[in-house]
């Protein structure tokens, strides 16, 4: 059977443009010899559609486009498996299904609800969907087919050491020669060889060919890089499409061997190609055709600009200097170099005159109290209201610099640079925006200036300052937050891997508090198993240092 892997990117709520998408690329995929297309998970609805499920009308929409869509199919001949929501109609239980609807013919011929429901990290289908509680095997072609939705396929007691659930779908599931799975997968980094090697495991259990269907594209936070593919009954990765971009793999259950789509799994390839992905596909779909930002002439703030470039074009992107009487000469010269190298547009603004102003007008209120963290803050929120001008004026999005070592343990300011739409790098760590600069200036993507990778971090709110003043160096810190935040460590066990204790319960108490920060801050483009975002749900109000 010759199958087309509909891998698309589909945009949250845009029932009519995502259908548009499916029907064009099933009509092509049947020109070429498909005889069964199959789509991502929730492809219809896009994912994840969050609260827009708890209106009925988007339901009833999304049924009868759903309805179209088979009418449009049946012309082409050909079959296709579909994702979507459907109603749950027990009587009992949440009023949804996530299901994988097949059809044929121009006729709904079955449709299998998702079993198993993740509730960890960023998932939380429990809240809008009831499980299903059967399997779904279907013949086409002379084949038996399993339907499996995502999560259903990722609870194999043969690959994993600690199952999530009690409920394997595929345990006692009736013999088929092809699994299908549609998936809505969001990249993190390393997560695709972890998919290759699950998969493999799951045909060789089975021997059969298994059709794994992704999504790509941006959605909000959450990145997802395709990265459809088919594994033979041996194991062997017969075809794999594109990573993040959209593809339709054809495959030929007969002869399913081809090259796999080129791909690369350096770390800072993946980081570089995810974050480009999110930048732009989060523009796209807010409506934002430029984006704003500062530049510091700092490494982060150069990184975020070629990220942008990258995703929108240099002429879609313009940095905005904003010098101080603490900033150094190299600070103005580094981004303007960087500006001529990436092709951007920039505008200097001199704050020293609203630092003036604000310091006249605070003058009788403040005296007798030396300057402090307040007059540095208020440098930073004059840069921050300067910047808001520009988006309100010239209606560009302000992307914010800021990256996860400063946004973990509060080291920026709020209603200063926090300012913004969305955090770009606020998922990577300061040692790692050092590692992918370094990688991009050598993979040709872009030319940050060597004084950027070679200088201190300085904030520049007083004289002669280093981020180090008020942090430990990077390197230890970046360490100390892996394991306080990623493998969710006691200080116990981070001091005894050599950290001094003192430092270790300060960066534990700097996150605590730092809290009421991040919630108010931008959407951060997730790469990594713990970003901060709707995965991240600690309290506000909170006195235990939770990593004691």
């Given at each position: 059977m010759r199958c087309a892997l509909l891998q698309i990117n589909s945009t949250v709520g845009d029932l009519d443009g995502n259908a548009e998408r499916i029907v064009q690329a099933a009509l092509k995929a049947a020109g070429q010899g498909a005889q069964l297309c199959v789509t991502p998970e929730l492809a219809l609805v896009g994912y994840p559609p969050r609260d827009l499920l708890l209106y009925p009308a988007f339901i009833d929409k999304a049924e009868e486009v759903l309805l179209s869509i088979a009418g449009r199919a049946a012309k082409s001949g050909v079959a296709l498996i579909l994702g979507t929501v459907g109603r749950n109609r027990?009587?009992?239980?949440?009023?949804?299904?996530?299901?994988?609807?097949?059809?044929?013919?121009?006729?709904?011929?079955?449709?299998?609800?998702?079993?198993l429901l993740p509730t960890y990290d960023i998932f939380d289908e429990a809240r809008y969907f009831e499980p299903g509680n059967a399997s779904c095997r279907i013949?086409?072609?002379?084949?038996?087919?399993?339907?499996?939705?995502?999560?259903?396929?990722?609870?194999?007691?043969?690959?994993?050491t600690s199952p999530a659930y009690a409920l394997d779908p595929l345990a006692g599931h009736p013999p088929f020669d092809l699994l299908v799975n549609l998936s809505a997968s969001p990249f993190t980094v390393g997560k695709q060889l972890l998919r290759q090697d699950m998969l493999a495991g799951l045909t060789r259990k089975y021997a059969a060919y298994v059709l794994y269907v992704n999504m790509t594209g941006g959605d909000d936070d959450l990145i997802f890089d395709g990265r459809s593919m088919c594994v033979t009954p041996a194991g062997e990765l017969a075809a794999r499409a594109r990573a993040f971009a959209e593809d339709t793999l054809l495959v030929d259950t007969e002869a399913p061997a081809q090259t796999p789509a080129e791909d690369d799994f350096t770390p800072e390839a993946e980081i570089w190609r995810a974050l480009v992905t999110g930048t732009r596909d989060y523009c796209l779909k807010t409506g934002q055709s430029s984006v704003i930002l500062g530049l510091s002439g700092g490494i982060d703030s150069s990184l975020v600009a070629a990220i942008a470039v990258k995703a929108l074009g240099a002429d879609k992107v313009r940095g905005v200097l904003m010098p101080s009487p603490y900033s150094s000469g190299h600070s103005v010269s580094d981004a303007l170099e960087l500006a001529r190298n990436l092709d951007i547009k920039t505008s200097t603004l001199a704050i020293e005159p609203a630092m003036r102003a604000y310091a006249d007008i605070l003058a009788a209120d403040f005296a007798g109290r030396g300057p402090d963290v307040t007059e540095e803050n208020l440098q930073a929120r004059i840069r921050g209201n300067l910047l808001m001008a520009?988006?309100?004026k010239f209606n560009t999005l302000l992307?914010?610099?800021?990256?996860?070592?400063?946004?973990?343990?509060?080291?920026?300011?709020?209603?200063?640079?926090?300012?913004?739409?969305?955090?770009?790098?606020?998922?990577l760590y300061k040692t790692e925006v050092f590692r992918l600069c370094r990688w991009i200036n050598a993979a040709g993507e872009a030319r940050i200036p060597e004084n950027v990778l070679q200088k201190a971090p300085s904030a520049e709110l007083r004289p002669d300052q280093t981020d180090q003043d008020s942090l430990p160096p990077y390197a230890e810190l970046d360490a100390i937050l892996q394991g306080l935040l990623e493998e969710r460590l006691p200080a116990s066990e981070i001091i005894a891997a050599g950290h001094e204790r003192e430092t270790v319960l300060k960066v534990a108490n700097l996150v605590r508090v730092a809290e009421f920060k991040r919630r108010q801050a931008a959407p951060v483009l997730k790469i990594t198993n713990q970003a901060f975002g709707v995965g991240w749900r600690m309290p506000i109000a909170c006195r235990q240092v939770y990593a004691l």
């Open positions: 027990s009587g009992s239980g949440k009023p949804l299904h996530n299901q994988a609807v097949f059809i044929r013919a121009g006729r709904i011929e079955a449709r299998y609800s998702k079993r013949e086409h072609q002379g084949l038996r087919l399993a339907l499996t939705v995502c999560e259903d396929i990722w609870n194999d007691s043969a690959f994993l520009f988006s309100n992307l914010t610099t800021g990256n996860k070592s400063e946004i973990s343990v509060g080291y920026c300011t709020i209603y200063g640079d926090m300012c913004g739409g969305l955090a770009v790098i606020g998922d």
